[in-house]
């Protein structure tokens, strides 16, 4: 696999490399007892989430950064006795890009060393407190196999040997790339940390990032954090790539949420500047909430001036048939600005923090003084048209979480009917993904050719798992 310079400086520059994982059989055997503790709000159709969703992602991928892989071959991929194959990494038939990389595939890599293989295999059995005859059961596994098996947690359908992990198909969460450095993540919850080891592993091991061991920034706990009780939310080092956003090759967002503590967010401005991997961070605190877990789940990027956001932090009222006596009665605030913080620190300045009053402000501020964008060309999307109750539903159904794969060219779920009106309400095409991978594949629409377009990706399943395209992507690298 081809050792490319990594970089990052962008959310919407044209996407050229990108670390996803498919989901496997690991999201099949969630069942509802351990769902919330396996970070699921509902057990998933495992075929379904596969082949008529999460599939034409990769296809989508595919056709835009490494078209050889798939151009000619749409009608044989979809074929019922091949299709499956061209998505198992450990197939023959797989697609192996080296674009488009599986996760899995870099794993199965590294554990072909066998010294990589025995620390590997002892750490994750030490996480998942295995026998010792376990541990020595699982060094005899090819390492495609063994790969599968830190996955999914099974070797076959019929064996369990520890539970499955299956929020990795948020590759977003487990790094992130800020220009050439790689930022990792300190989960917050227990769920997730077999995935910060592997990742560990794999950017410490692998080849392609080889010319960047000395760029892997890691976060540490606190002194004495085992001291304190579990609930001192505040002093735990707690990061996810949700969080984290580069908006330009000098500013990079971080979010304060339910998964990402002032500390981890402290302490990551800190290492960037330090290394002077950037000049400008924002530090965006948001309600400590499920439903919004992530800034990410909050506002996304679309194009240099465009941007989606969920109006609960806009300065403007939500609109429609939302009064304010219906809040009071379902004990809902009109609108919840004032429980946003934003506080942007510049390096060498940290004693004066600039404030925003609202995300619109900052978000525009960006596209004008990052992106050099003009003032009265910025566009904010809102979820679900900032309609009551359709702004909620929407953004639990990851409105606010779109993929630019190019300026103005960005992937979001069907479901959201009213965000969709407010993306044509804009100017923006509307597209369904099966329309453009047969207009792809024909030659009648080319990917470069592409311009303030939505495309629209099932999502009945995907959105159960509750991420969306902009969680299931690692960028690594942009133009």
Same mark, same amino acid.
């Given at each position: 696999m081809r050792t490319d310079t990594l970089n990052v400086s962008s959310e919407t520059g044209r996407l050229r490399k990108v670390l996803v994982h498919s989901p496997?059989?690991?999201?099949?055997?969630?069942?509802?007892?351990?769902?919330?503790?396996?970070?699921?709000?509902?057990?998933?159709?495992?075929?379904?989430?596969?082949?008529?969703?999460?599939?034409?992602?990769?296809?989508?991928?595919?056709?835009?950064?490494?078209?050889?892989?798939?151009?000619?071959?749409?009608?044989?991929?979809?074929?019922?006795?091949?299709?499956?194959?061209?998505?198992?990494?450990?197939?023959?038939?797989?697609?192996?890009?080296?674009?488009?990389?599986?996760?899995?595939?870099?794993?199965?890599?590294?554990?072909?060393?066998?010294?990589?293989?025995?620390?590997?295999?002892?750490?994750?059995c030490a996480i998942e407190a295995c026998s010792y005859d376990v541990q020595r059961e699982l060094m005899a596994y090819a390492p495609a196999t063994l790969a599968r098996i830190f996955f999914s947690g099974t070797p076959d359908e019929r064996e369990m040997i520890f539970p499955p992990i299956p929020n990795f198909i948020f590759t977003r969460d487990i790094g992130i790339v800020i220009n050439d450095h790689i930022l990792l993540n300190k989960p917050m919850k227990e769920a997730r940390k077999r995935e910060a080891l592997i990742a560990k592993y794999i950017f410490y091991h692998h080849p392609i990032f080889a010319a960047y061991h000395d760029k892997v920034i890691e976060l540490t706990d606190t002194q004495h954090h085992f001291l304190l009780p579990n609930d001192a939310d505040v002093e735990r080092v707690t990061l996810e790539g949700g969080d984290v956003m580069v908006v330009g090759p000098s500013h990079v967002l971080i979010g304060v949420s339910e998964r990402t503590t002032r500390e981890a967010a402290a302490q990551a401005v800190r290492r960037l500047f330090e290394k002077d991997v950037v000049r400008k961070a924002t530090i965006i605190r948001i309600p400590h909430r499920r439903d919004y877990m992530h800034i990410d789940t909050v506002f996304t990027q679309v194009k240099r001036n465009v941007w989606?956001? @969920?109006? &609960?932090? +806009?300065?403007?009222?939500?609109?429609?048939?939302? !009064?304010?006596?219906?809040?009071?009665?379902? $004990?809902?605030?009109?609108?919840?600005?004032?429980?946003?913080?934003?506080?942007?620190?510049?390096?060498?300045?940290?004693?004066?923090?600039?404030?925003?009053?609202?995300?619109?402000?900052? @978000?525009? &501020?960006? +596209?004008?003084?990052?992106?050099?964008?003009?003032? !009265?060309?910025?566009?904010?999307?809102?979820? $679900?048209?900032?309609?009551?109750?359709?702004?909620?539903?929407?953004?639990?159904?990851?409105?606010?979480?779109?993929?630019?794969i190019r300026d103005g060219v960005v992937l979001g779920y069907d479901r959201n009917d009213k965000t969709t009106a407010a993306f044509r309400a804009i100017g923006f095409n509307v597209v369904n993904v099966s329309d453009l991978l047969i207009d792809l594949e024909s030659g009648k629409v080319n990917a470069d050719d592409l311009t303030d377009t939505l495309v629209l990706m099932p999502s009945a399943e995907l959105s159960r798992a509750r991420g969306g395209f902009h969680c299931m992507s690692m960028p690594l690298m942009r133009d």
């Open positions: 496997d059989s690991g999201l099949g055997k969630v069942v509802p007892s351990k769902a919330q503790d396996w970070l699921f709000e509902d057990i998933v159709h495992l075929d379904t989430i596969r082949r008529n969703e999460y599939d034409y992602y990769i296809k989508l991928l595919l056709y835009f950064m490494d078209e050889g892989k798939i151009r000619g071959r749409l009608a044989e991929i979809n074929a019922p006795g091949y299709h499956r194959n061209f998505f198992k990494p450990d197939h023959p038939d797989f697609y192996n890009s080296q674009h488009v990389i599986e996760l899995q595939v870099l794993l199965a890599d590294i554990l072909a060393e066998t010294s990589i293989k025995s620390q590997l295999v002892a750490s994750v989606v956001m @969920l109006g &609960d932090f +806009s300065s403007q009222r939500i609109t429609g048939p939302k !009064a304010d006596a219906v809040h009071r009665a379902l $004990g809902i605030q009109p609108h919840r600005a004032d429980d946003l913080e934003i506080l942007q620190f510049k390096k060498g300045d940290l004693s004066n923090p600039r404030r925003f009053q609202s995300l619109e402000a900052l @978000l525009t &501020d960006i +596209s004008v003084t990052d992106l050099g964008a003009a003032p !009265a060309a910025v566009r904010i999307v809102m979820s $679900g048209n900032n309609e009551f109750p359709y702004d909620a539903r929407e953004q639990w159904t990851d409105s606010c979480n779109v993929l630019a």
